[in-house]
């Protein structure tokens, strides 16, 4: 049986650069590790949006080959020296924040013709966009916080915004509607710091989501993978920081120790039931395919309310997905080639479709 080859995509014009290449290189040594399956290629994109084949999954080196993306019938992949050329089964995008998990990446896949993993073009946009997200899944019948957003080049009542900001409550966190890692987020508790936490997220963003704050929230997730015949949904799993008030980028990626994880959630299992349901419904309404992670808030009283969803989470040991699906009894490699399976079962849907009358 011919090997599966398979494009490993990470790093990327985005925030989340570093992010990226710690997941692809779990992604790439599990997968690499059945040497009877799969012929990997680490394909590195650098922050100005150049790719480069490298011999090992990782940061840029000086010894990276130079490769360009082709829309050929003979080969997905070609080196401008003509000493490289790949014709591959499968891409498996690793790619967090803008230009990566928003459906640009997904859009140019589709160009080149060629299997993805993840979700496709609509889901991955939808799914990036907190203010869109939300409006999908309150039709999908999830709970969601009152919220407001501003644009950078759209000019905004400021009297109207603190106004509704005192008649919501205080606090309410000021977040980028279309970045992940919580990079640009910061909680607003007194009415003076709503300006100046709007303008440090314009600096990220276009657009603005300034939301109701559960003060204290429990961050609850739950893990997906899988397409509209076969879901499945992880055990619940909590996140707290210790390093600050809510698990923002410095808790997440800088400060060692600065979050722990408690996979199963020390929730009643009625609330964990229902999160699971919530979690399909909203993949399912924003016709998702592949893997995700939806994030909820919980306040004290029991209640919680849909955060976001991540389309292409972090995919690491360390990571929140496999820690889900570990905890439910789940192989992160038996899962990683389910989502392979997945990938290449949608393209041979969609070659199947006819192209004219």
Known sequence: MALLKVVVLYG????????????????????????????????FISRQGYWF????????????????????????????DGSFSLKADVFF?????????????????????VAY????????????????SKLMAREAGAPVLPYRVVSKFKSY???????????????????????????????????????EAVQFALQFDTDVMIEKGVDHAREIFCAIYGDDTELKVSSCGEL?????????????????????????????ATIAQKMQQDSAHIFRALRGSGLARVDFLMDKDGSYYFSEINTLPGMSETSLFPQLFEASGEDYGQILDRLIELARKRYAQKEALALSR
Not at 14 to 38: F, G, N, P
Not at 93 to 113: I, S
Not at 171 to 194: E, I, N, Y
């Open 12 to 43: 990327g014009k985005s925030t989340e650069h570093e992010v990226s290449i710690h997941s692809a290189q779990t992604v790439c040594r599990m997968l690499a590790a059945q040497k009877d399956k799969y012929q990997i290629y680490p394909v």
């Open 53 to 80: 084949l490298q011999k090992t999954c990782g940061p840029q080196t000086a010894q990276d080959k130079p490769i360009t993306p082709v829309l050929q019938p003979e080969f997905h992949l070609a080196s401008s």
């Open 93 to 113: 995008p690793v790619l967090h924040g803008t230009n990566c998990e928003d459906g640009t990446m997904q859009g140019f896949l589709e160009t080149l013709q």
């Open 117 to 132: 993993v993840g979700c496709g073009v609509l889901a991955s946009a939808m799914g990036m966009d907190k203010e869109i």
């Open 157 to 195: 009542d400021r009297g109207d915004l603190e106004k509704w900001v005192l008649e919501t409550g205080l606090p309410v966190f000021v977040k980028p509607v279309r970045l992940g890692s919580s990079v640009g987020v910061r909680k607003v508790k007194d009415l003076s710091q709503l300006y």
């Open 240 to 268: 707290r920081s210790l390093a600050g008030e809510f698990f923002d980028y410095n808790a997440k990626y800088i400060v060692a120790g600065g979050c722990e994880t408690k996979v199963p959630a020390d929730i009643p």
